[in-house]
């Protein structure tokens, strides 16, 4: 799982393979900004229909790691 949100990551953000590691922070590095996080929460509603959206905060989605224990 911590493969495609880093994939996800890469196309929502356009960053290149390579760029975005697991532990990447994505807010304090400028990866990740509201809109590029509401598009990878849509994405990965695909993968986990239960995924409580509305209790989410920022810190919870800061890495690709974090963002793939909430989903896996």
Known sequence: MLDTIIEILNDICGADEGEIQPDTELFEEGILDSFGLVQLLVQLEQYDKH???????????????????LVG
Request: proline share 5%; aromatic share 0%.
């Open 51 to 69: 995924l409580d959206i509305a209790g989410l905060q920022r810190e919870d989605v800061a890495t690709p790691a974090k963002i793939a224990a």
